[in-house]
Nanobody, 118 residues
Framework: QVHVVESGGGLVQPGGSLRLSCVAS????????MGWYRQAPGKPRALVAAITSGGGTNNADSVKGRFTISRDNAKNLVYLQMNSLKPEDTAVYYC????????????WGQGTQVTVSS
């Protein structure tokens, strides 16, 4: 089993920055890609950014140029640096890990709230 735990959410003004962190534990050998998803009220959960074990990244168009995903494999950590935040970035952000056998995002954190408001 793999466990992922997020931290770093909070309230920030438009134009501000936040960094989210995610630590994985347990059967980490099962993990391939890791990603950040978000879900705003009344909207489906959507991918924000993902990173492979080799460091390849994929960002949603809505966050390109503003958000950066990074990974420290030695410490089993994934970060999401969020700059130039907008009110529409307000959501619960989830860290997730892809199982390298099922190739699905099978492991999810509990989520952390990010609110962008003046």
């Amino acid at each position: 089993q793999v466990h992922v735990v997020e931290s770093g959410g909070g309230l920030v003004q438009p134009g501000g920055s936040l960094r989210l962190s995610c630590v994985a534990s347990g059967s980490i050998w099962r993990i391939n890609e890791m990603g950040w998803y978000r879900q705003a009220p009344g909207k489906p959960r959507a991918l924000v950014a993902a990173i492979t074990s080799g460091g390849g990244t994929n960002n949603a168009d809505s966050v390109k140029g503003r958000f950066t995903i990074s990974r420290d494999n030695a410490k089993n950590l994934v970060y999401l640096q969020m700059n130039s935040l907008k009110p529409e970035d307000t959501a619960v952000y989830y860290c997730a890990a892809e199982d390298n056998v099922t190739t699905k995002y099978d492991y999810w954190g509990q989520g952390t709230q990010v609110t962008v408001s003046s």
